[in-house]
Protein backbone atom coordinates (compact mmCIF):
# COMPACT_ATOMS: atom_id res chain seq x y z
CA UNK A 1 0.00 0.00 0.00
CA UNK A 2 1.51 3.13 -0.92
CA UNK A 3 0.89 6.53 0.85
CA UNK A 4 -1.77 7.89 0.05
CA UNK A 5 -3.92 4.91 0.44
CA UNK A 6 -2.51 4.20 3.77
CA UNK A 7 -3.47 7.87 4.91
CA UNK A 8 -6.86 7.53 3.55
CA UNK A 9 -6.92 4.52 5.53
CA UNK A 10 -5.63 5.71 8.50
CA UNK A 11 -7.84 9.00 8.70
CA UNK A 12 -11.11 7.04 8.97
CA UNK A 13 -11.04 4.87 11.84
CA UNK A 14 -13.38 2.72 12.08
CA UNK A 15 -12.94 2.18 16.01
CA UNK A 16 -12.49 5.83 18.25
CA UNK A 17 -11.27 5.26 21.58
CA UNK A 18 -11.14 8.76 23.95
CA UNK A 19 -10.62 8.26 27.68
CA UNK A 20 -9.26 6.05 30.77
CA UNK A 21 -8.28 2.36 29.87
CA UNK A 22 -10.88 0.67 31.68
CA UNK A 23 -14.09 -1.57 31.56
CA UNK A 24 -15.91 0.90 30.33
CA UNK A 25 -13.32 1.66 27.40
CA UNK A 26 -13.17 -2.05 26.73
CA UNK A 27 -16.95 -2.52 26.10
CA UNK A 28 -17.29 0.45 24.26
CA UNK A 29 -14.02 -1.14 22.19
CA UNK A 30 -15.99 -4.38 21.81
CA UNK A 31 -19.13 -2.42 20.73
CA UNK A 32 -17.48 -0.55 18.00
CA UNK A 33 -15.24 -3.69 16.80
CA UNK A 34 -18.60 -5.55 16.96
CA UNK A 35 -20.18 -2.84 14.22
CA UNK A 36 -16.92 -2.87 12.31
CA UNK A 37 -16.75 -3.52 9.12
CA UNK A 38 -15.39 -7.37 9.19
CA UNK A 39 -13.25 -7.56 6.13
CA UNK A 40 -10.50 -5.28 4.68
CA UNK A 41 -7.60 -2.67 7.50
CA UNK A 42 -9.08 -1.96 10.69
CA UNK A 43 -7.99 1.44 12.04
CA UNK A 44 -8.34 1.91 15.76
CA UNK A 45 -7.76 5.39 16.84
CA UNK A 46 -6.41 5.98 20.36
CA UNK A 47 -6.44 9.09 22.93
CA UNK A 48 -5.96 8.60 26.63
CA UNK A 49 -4.24 9.28 29.64
CA UNK A 50 -3.81 6.03 30.81
CA UNK A 51 -5.53 3.37 33.02
CA UNK A 52 -5.38 0.02 33.97
CA UNK A 53 -2.71 -1.93 31.63
CA UNK A 54 -4.58 -5.21 32.48
CA UNK A 55 -7.29 -4.46 30.46
CA UNK A 56 -5.18 -2.95 27.93
CA UNK A 57 -3.35 -6.07 27.62
CA UNK A 58 -6.91 -7.80 26.50
CA UNK A 59 -7.58 -5.20 24.15
CA UNK A 60 -3.99 -5.96 22.84
CA UNK A 61 -5.11 -9.69 22.46
CA UNK A 62 -8.55 -9.39 21.14
CA UNK A 63 -6.06 -7.41 18.03
CA UNK A 64 -3.62 -10.37 18.21
CA UNK A 65 -6.86 -12.28 17.67
CA UNK A 66 -8.15 -10.58 14.97
CA UNK A 67 -4.52 -10.23 13.24
CA UNK A 68 -3.54 -14.16 13.56
CA UNK A 69 -7.18 -14.82 11.59
CA UNK A 70 -5.54 -12.87 9.13
CA UNK A 71 -6.88 -9.40 9.56
CA UNK A 72 -5.01 -6.10 9.21
CA UNK A 73 -5.40 -3.44 11.60
CA UNK A 74 -3.50 -0.08 12.30
CA UNK A 75 -2.89 1.36 15.76
CA UNK A 76 -3.39 5.23 15.22
CA UNK A 77 -2.37 7.34 18.57
CA UNK A 78 -3.73 10.50 18.79
CA UNK A 79 -2.85 13.87 20.84
CA UNK A 80 -1.93 11.09 23.75
CA UNK A 81 -0.98 8.01 24.24
CA UNK A 82 0.36 7.87 27.87
CA UNK A 83 0.80 4.41 30.37
CA UNK A 84 -1.87 1.68 29.06
CA UNK A 85 -1.99 3.08 26.01
CA UNK A 86 1.54 2.44 25.21
CA UNK A 87 0.87 -0.80 26.42
CA UNK A 88 -2.05 -1.35 24.43
CA UNK A 89 0.23 0.08 21.24
CA UNK A 90 2.87 -2.85 21.54
CA UNK A 91 -0.25 -5.01 20.96
CA UNK A 92 0.58 -3.91 17.17
CA UNK A 93 3.72 -4.54 15.18
CA UNK A 94 5.91 -1.35 14.65
CA UNK A 95 4.77 -1.12 10.60
CA UNK A 96 1.09 -0.75 12.01
CA UNK A 97 1.82 1.34 14.54
CA UNK A 98 0.82 5.64 13.67
CA UNK A 99 0.99 8.29 15.94
CA UNK A 100 -0.51 11.77 14.26
CA UNK A 101 1.41 14.96 14.07
CA UNK A 102 1.96 16.13 18.34
CA UNK A 103 0.79 13.47 19.65
CA UNK A 104 2.90 12.55 22.76
CA UNK A 105 4.21 8.83 24.20
CA UNK A 106 4.29 7.88 27.73
CA UNK A 107 5.71 4.75 29.01
CA UNK A 108 6.64 4.20 32.25
CA UNK A 109 7.00 1.52 35.27
CA UNK A 110 3.64 -0.17 36.61
CA UNK A 111 2.15 1.46 39.58
CA UNK A 112 1.01 -0.15 43.09
CA UNK A 113 0.21 1.50 46.29
CA UNK A 114 -0.75 -1.01 49.24
CA UNK A 115 -0.14 -0.68 53.04
CA UNK A 116 0.65 -3.82 54.30
CA UNK A 117 -0.99 -4.58 57.83
CA UNK A 118 0.40 -7.52 59.54
CA UNK A 119 -1.33 -9.34 62.23
CA UNK A 120 -1.65 -12.91 63.64
CA UNK A 121 0.73 -15.58 64.42
CA UNK A 122 4.50 -15.25 62.39
CA UNK A 123 4.03 -17.84 59.61
CA UNK A 124 0.56 -16.11 58.31
CA UNK A 125 2.35 -12.90 58.03
CA UNK A 126 5.12 -14.63 56.79
CA UNK A 127 2.90 -15.29 53.89
CA UNK A 128 1.14 -12.47 53.59
CA UNK A 129 4.34 -10.57 52.45
CA UNK A 130 5.32 -13.49 50.20
CA UNK A 131 1.85 -12.75 48.64
CA UNK A 132 2.78 -9.63 47.96
CA UNK A 133 6.17 -10.25 46.90
CA UNK A 134 4.80 -12.59 44.67
CA UNK A 135 2.26 -10.40 43.01
CA UNK A 136 4.98 -7.83 42.84
CA UNK A 137 7.10 -9.90 41.05
CA UNK A 138 4.45 -11.39 38.51
CA UNK A 139 3.98 -7.90 37.92
CA UNK A 140 6.97 -6.94 36.80
CA UNK A 141 7.41 -9.78 34.39
CA UNK A 142 4.25 -8.59 32.83
CA UNK A 143 5.35 -5.47 32.59
CA UNK A 144 8.77 -6.06 31.22
CA UNK A 145 7.38 -8.91 28.48
CA UNK A 146 5.01 -5.21 27.21
CA UNK A 147 8.50 -3.45 27.24
CA UNK A 148 9.89 -6.42 25.21
CA UNK A 149 6.46 -6.41 22.72
CA UNK A 150 7.00 -2.73 22.47
CA UNK A 151 10.87 -2.64 21.31
CA UNK A 152 10.92 -5.57 19.25
CA UNK A 153 12.31 -3.90 15.93
CA UNK A 154 13.12 -0.66 16.80
CA UNK A 155 16.32 0.81 17.74
CA UNK A 156 15.46 0.42 21.29
CA UNK A 157 16.44 -2.06 24.09
CA UNK A 158 14.85 -3.71 26.94
CA UNK A 159 17.40 -2.13 28.96
CA UNK A 160 17.06 1.33 28.06
CA UNK A 161 12.92 1.07 28.35
CA UNK A 162 13.73 -0.38 31.92
CA UNK A 163 16.36 3.05 32.62
CA UNK A 164 14.09 5.33 31.62
CA UNK A 165 10.42 4.39 32.31
CA UNK A 166 10.61 4.77 36.30
CA UNK A 167 10.99 8.37 35.32
CA UNK A 168 7.62 8.50 33.38
CA UNK A 169 9.66 8.30 29.38
CA UNK A 170 7.78 11.23 27.55
CA UNK A 171 8.92 10.83 23.54
CA UNK A 172 7.27 12.50 20.96
CA UNK A 173 5.54 11.68 18.19
CA UNK A 174 8.74 12.54 15.65
CA UNK A 175 11.40 11.24 18.42
CA UNK A 176 9.21 7.83 18.44
CA UNK A 177 9.77 7.20 14.43
CA UNK A 178 12.96 8.64 15.22
CA UNK A 179 13.58 5.24 17.41
CA UNK A 180 11.18 3.20 15.76
CA UNK A 181 8.99 2.55 18.28
CA UNK A 182 6.08 3.63 14.84
CA UNK A 183 6.00 3.03 11.65
CA UNK A 184 5.31 7.66 10.85
CA UNK A 185 3.54 10.27 12.21
CA UNK A 186 0.22 11.08 10.52
Known sequence: MDNDDRNAVLTAPQIRLVGSVDEAMYAEFRNQLGASPTDGPLVIALTTLGGNPEIAR???????LLR??????YFLGKAAVYSAG????AGFPIA????????????????????ISLSGPLRSC?????AALNEIEQSIAIEEAGF?????GSKVDLDEIREKAPDNWYLGCEKAKELG?????I
Open 68 to 73: EAGRTI
Open 96 to 115: CRFLTQDTTLLIHERQISRT
Open 86 to 89: ATFM
Open 126 to 130: TNQLK
Open 58 to 64: AMADDVR
Open 181 to 185: LIADV
Open 148 to 152: RALAE
